[in-house]
């Protein structure tokens, strides 16, 4: 079965602080991809960064980064020195193949950062 | 990235009418686009794939009777939520891309049914 888990349902922060965003995943397949997308309050998705299954390089963009453990199915994602600007959903998603060549995304329940000033 | 385009935004219609929802995707072909489902404060949820040329596949526990699904040509899918009623509400949001391993969104749409 695939799924996404993400546990924290809520985080509230003072800004400046910095924040761990937990994203678990479960699949069979040996080939999949991993997606972060930003949902602000308008509604729109945001994508934040793909990583494929094997590449497990971290990641670093600005104040965002990633953590990708294989070993633990974990994708994580941290917000350096956060914002109020980075209050948001913030969703974690597993791609995985479906019939044909498509690909369809299983998303998290999604995060609800709060950044306060 | 490639762009999707959704339209309209929002929509608020009476109960027992029926809402055409466009997704077309601006500089690229796309032979399948994914339909997704988001209540208030939960995730989203696919609801069903369209391909081109062919019938749409539904996840479990989709009408496909209720949530018509045309995708007509290699840029344009459309879903139509009929005889919609007040459990209805709730954002809807297209996916395509020109490639399998990624995923670009519209913006949503906001259905309110009265």
């Known amino acids: 079965a695939q799924k996404v888990t993400q546990a924290q349902t809520e985080i509230s922060v003072v800004e400046k602080e910095d924040v761990t965003l937990d994203c678990v995943y479960e699949t069979r397949d040996t080939t999949y991809y991993l997606f972060w997308y930003k949902q602000p309050p308008s509604g729109e998705l945001v994508f934040l960064i793909r990583?494929?299954?094997?590449?497990?390089q971290n990641e670093i963009s600005g104040r965002y980064s990633w953590n990708f453990q294989k070993s633990t199915s974990s994708f994580n994602f941290t917000i350096t020195a956060s914002q109020v600007v980075d209050s948001a959903v913030y969703f974690c998603a597993l791609l995985v193949h479906g019939s044909g060549n498509t690909g369809k995304l299983i998303f998290g329940q999604g995060t609800t950062l709060q950044v306060k000033p | 990235g490639a762009v999707v385009s959704q339209h309209p935004s929002w929509v608020i219609c009476k109960s027992g009418t029926s809402v055409k929802i466009e997704c077309r995707s601006l500089?690229?072909?796309?032979?399948?686009m994914f339909w997704y489902r988001q209540f208030p404060k939960q995730s989203l949820m696919l609801m069903a794939t369209?391909?081109?040329?062919?019938?749409?596949?539904?996840e479990q526990g989709v009408e496909k009777d209720k949530f018509l699904i045309n995708h007509a040509s290699l840029t344009l899918s459309t879903l139509t939520v009929t005889s919609a009623h007040p459990e209805d509400s709730s954002f809807y949001i297209c996916?395509?891309?020109?490639?399998?391993?990624?995923?670009?969104f519209g913006q949503g749409t906001r259905l309110t049914v009265v």
């Open positions: 369209s391909n081109e040329g062919s019938k749409a596949t539904y």
């Open positions: 990583r494929n299954s094997f590449d497990e």
């Open positions: 500089d690229f072909q796309a032979t399948t």
């Open positions: 996916s395509a891309s020109p490639r399998t391993t990624e995923a670009f």
